[in-house]
């Protein structure tokens, strides 16, 4: 098991010892490397372990095992392109080693080669029926998602934020974490650049941070490890960890427990250790994070205490602000909806945005560790939204905490960055930044005739901005000559966009645009002199007359430039396929068929109930699991929304629930936003075509 309680610190020491082993080692008959692989392996000392196994492999190259067990122990210490190497000659000979394609597939998603990990998860889930099966099948396709979702994340950086990496005065080639700025330009860290875990602080400098200090109130604190340092509001109390090691680094055997020090003028108290409820007998309290609200302070931390969900989970307790120092509250898991069957750690709760900050790898990341934000307090939450890249990559990504402006912050990352940052075998300090330049969101689509479905010429199209009182201001307006429109609008607001042309209804969405990107939206409009068209129950309106009149600004509102789409910019005039009546709703009685589409990356034999349509449409699938039921309780929420399918991978044990169906990608699209609220934060658009599932949409 990986150390997590101690941000693997056997990295530290892993690393030290594997350049004595090279530089010890080069003359060494295979056999001894291997004989001192095993060793070093049983000790845990897994950079060792690693290098004496490529090393007899090197020497013994038809012996795979060497390769492969070397490759495992590179995976463990994350040094993910040694590790990437070693699987992809393993991977050939699946027979004899079926489980070297899914840590090759691992490996991949590491270095960010998501398309490609995408491809060997497949191929690992279509043939592996070895120990397990059923387990590492259904985690083969939950990381071969998460490496679709990496990869749209990927591409949607974030352009507003930038990363900057500490400079050698913090980061090390060992260990360097648990940032906290404070103070004017301040910055307290922990550190094993010397053997043991230490608090430092630092200051900013014109160009560089200050060398770094070991603070007064530690410096007597010898033989443990002292890190992950917090402070609270008022900067009147710091909150830390005191680890000590017991056995062989590798395993939990190292306890973390939480101690508090008091601001006493310019100096601080005597460290003394929180009570016993927090700091439990054989189990590691760690990562604490501080904040006050409603006249408490809550202490969130990190635990593998009994009574969670798994691994290590965040905790909470509270104590009064006008109590005693340690009249805290018996502890409490901060529940389902955070917490997972594996590891979440650092939390930080930001009071302005009431949300807390937190790294998972239980939920779909990036690579390992990622970065979620989750609105709520204490064991009332929302549910967990990845914050995507730049702050989260194919590395682990975590103790993310802000500055006191909000303008940026820092986060700890294993990646490699630039020329500055070269492996991925030890965690650096990193700085984020956010621009205040307003991002511009993209809008576009095609305007057709609801009966023949074909483009509409010289249509009006409006935008109106949505306030936060539900009145709407216009934005743009417009008249698009071919029925094809373009509209650039700021990021990351609530908008209603109307189509109209005379003699025909209007039509309209409403829709929340991200912080960048761009969006696809199809109007349809009914022709009111058509004689198969009923005359509408509601007077016609024009844009002008929709939107809630206002009081004109003090200042003028600035309005973007109509642009007619440039051909790159043109969409596909070949409309979706019309809107048909809603199927009725099978149930687990129905008639059920096998078949296997024939997308290569689709291509699983499927068993299902659902109906059949021709030409093109959609399905939201929802959630996979291993255990369906139509009277699962978490589809309670959507039960009644849409008829729910579901497609069983046959011999998988894995079954996939869907929403179905949708003829028009854009109302596809609208309803995944409600799906995704309802607690399937993962769910997804599934493109369908005569009656195949196709692939997944990218959005």
Not at 208 to 233: I, M, R, Y
Not at 253 to 282: F, H, S, V
Not at 366 to 384: C, H, R, T, Y
Request: with cysteine; net charge neutral; hydrophobic share 30%.
């Amino acid at each position: 098991m990986r150390k997590f309680t101690m941000l693997l610190l056997l990295v530290t020491f892993g690393i030290f010892n594997f350049l004595v082993a090279q530089e010890n080692s080069q003359d060494w008959k295979w056999k001894k490397h291997v004989k001192e692989a095993e060793e070093y392996q049983a000790k845990s000392q897994y950079a060792d372990a690693a290098y004496h196994y490529s090393q007899a492999w090197n020497k013994k190259p038809k012996k795979l095992q060497y390769a492969f067990d070397a490759g495992k122990n590179y995976l463990i210490i994350k040094d993910y392109r040694r590790a990437e190497a070693l699987f992809e000659q393993v991977s050939k000979q699946f027979k004899k080693f079926p489980k070297a394609q899914f840590y090759y597939a691992k490996s991949l998603k590491h270095n960010e080669k998501y398309q490609e990990a995408i491809r060997e998860f497949k191929q690992f889930s279509d043939r592996y029926t070895g120990e397990n099966a059923a387990a590492m099948v259904s985690e083969a396709l939950q990381e071969m998602e998460a490496s679709h979702n990496a990869s749209e994340f990927k591409a949607g950086t974030d352009a507003s934020v930038r990363i900057t990496h500490l400079d050698k005065a913090v980061n090390t080639k060992q260990v360097d974490f648990s940032p906290v700025p404070y103070g004017n330009d301040e910055l307290l860290f922990s550190s094993t650049q010397q053997d043991y875990a230490k608090i430092f602080t630092t200051k900013r400098g014109l160009r560089e941070w200050k060398s770094p200090d070991v603070p007064a109130q530690f410096a007597d604190l010898e033989g443990s490890h002292v890190c992950n340092p917090t402070l609270s509001p008022d900067e009147k109390r710091m909150y830390f960890t005191i680890c000590k090691s017991v056995e062989n680094w590798g395993e939990l055997t190292t306890r973390c427990e939480i101690y508090m020090t008091k601001r006493n003028g310019n100096l601080w108290t005597a460290p003394e250790r929180l009570p016993d409820k927090i700091n439990q007998a054989d189990v590691t309290s760690t990562q604490p994070s501080v904040v006050h609200m409603d006249g408490k302070e809550i202490l969130y931390f990190a635990s593998n205490r009994a009574g969670g969900q798994g691994g290590m989970d965040i905790w909470y307790t509270t104590r009064s602000l006008d109590g005693k120092d340690f009249a805290f509250s018996a502890p409490k898991n901060a529940g389902a909806k955070i917490n997972t069957q594996r590891n979440e750690l650092t939390p930080y709760y930001n009071v302005g945005e009431k949300a807390l900050y937190f790294s998972s790898n239980g939920h779909m990341t990036m690579g390992g560790l990622d970065i979620f934000k989750v609105e709520g307090s204490q064991s009332n939450w929302a549910f967990p939204v990845n914050i995507g890249s730049p702050y989260n990559s194919g590395a682990d990504d975590y103790f993310y905490i802000q500055n006191r402006y909000g303008d940026g912050g820092f986060f700890v990352s294993n990646r490699t960055f630039q020329h500055k940052k070269e492996t991925t075998t030890d965690e650096d300090i990193f700085e984020f930044r956010i621009s205040q330049k307003k991002q511009e969101y993209v809008i576009k689509g095609i305007i057709y005739d609801q009966e023949d479905s074909i483009p509409l010429s010289n249509v009006e199209v409006s935008i109106f901005e949505i306030l936060g009182d539900q009145r709407e201001r216009i934005v743009q307006s417009g008249v698009f000559e071919t029925g094809s429109y373009l509209l650039r609008v700021p990021a990351d607001k609530e908008y209603k966009l109307v189509a109209h042309k005379d003699g025909y209804q209007p039509d309209t969405r409403t829709f929340k645009t991200g912080v960048s990107g761009r969006q696809t939206e199809y109007l349809y409009l009914i022709n009111l002199n058509s004689s198969s068209t009923p005359p509408p129950s509601f007077p016609v309106t024009k844009p002008d007359e929709i939107f809630t009149p206002m009081p004109e600004p003090s200042t003028p509102i600035e309005t973007p430039v109509v642009e007619q789409p440039t051909d790159s910019e043109t969409i596909t005039t070949t409309p979706p396929t019309k809107i048909e009546p809603k199927p009725e709703r099978p149930t687990e009685s129905s008639l059920e068929y096998v078949y296997t589409p024939s997308a290569p990356l689709e291509a699983f034999q499927l068993r299902t109930n659902a109906p059949r349509h021709t030409g093109v449409y959609y399905k939201i699938q929802i959630i996979a699991l291993a255990d369906f039921s139509f009277n699962d309780p978490r589809f309670q929420p959507i039960q009644d929304w849409m008829r729910l399918d579901y497609e069983t991978i046959v011999d998988k044990n894995v079954t996939r629930a869907l929403l179905a169906d949708f003829f028009n990608l854009s109302e596809a699209k609208k309803m995944l936003g409600k799906v995704r609220k309802e607690g399937f934060p993962t769910a997804f658009v599934v493109k369908y075509e005569d009656g195949e599932r196709v692939e997944r949409v990218r959005m």
